[in-house]
């Protein structure tokens, strides 16, 4: 039996904390913690790599553990960068704050509101979980096959939850 594509997912980048790879023409990150200069500049290569070699738009899903701390100034300065840079390539942007309770509630809500200032000129939306959020990306920004759908990149995001969490149990 061959294995299935997101059995075969390329990780670009992985550490204890993060995970970064790309899924059709979306570019998947998930955070344990904020990101680290490394992981930005992987990030930061990751949306200009797929920018630069699709015929139509690409799409973004951040997905961040809800107990995971804010990103200090610079980070917040390099994903906006980054973001604005291919603002005209970026079909739609999630983000996933994952986790119940009043702190991971408050996240989002500010991660919305923060999305709403900057008036970004594609659709964005903050999520609670990732199912949620596969299903609206693939809506709005078709993955480059069409073979593949939210499920497939739900599996690619289970995936890169687990390369991490097995990177983070192992030390």
């Excluded at 970064?20 to 790599?49: D, H």
């Amino acid at each position: 039996m061959a294995p299935s594509s997101t059995r075969r997912q390329i990780f670009l980048y992985s550490d204890q904390e993060h995970c970064l790879s790309v899924f059709g023409n979306t570019v998947l990150s998930f955070s344990l913690q904020p990101p680290n200069p490394q992981f930005l500049e992987a990030w930061t290569a990751a949306v200009e790599r797929l920018a630069k070699r699709s015929k139509g738009p690409i799409s973004v899903m951040t997905i961040v553990d809800g107990r995971c701390p804010p990103p200090g100034d610079a980070a917040k300065a390099a994903i906006r960068d980054t973001v604005v840079r291919y603002s005209r390539e970026i079909g739609a942007f999630a983000y996933v704050i994952e986790g119940d309770g009043f702190g991971a509630a408050a996240v989002r809500s500010a991660v919305t509101m923060i999305g709403l200032v900057a008036r970004y000129p594609f659709p964005q939306k903050v999520f609670k979980d990732a199912s949620a959020a596969c299903s609206w990306m693939i809506d709005l920004v078709p993955v480059s096959d069409p073979t593949k759908t939210g499920s497939d990149m739900l599996s690619a995001v289970s995936m890169m939850r687990s390369a991490v969490q097995q990177l983070a149990a192992t030390g």
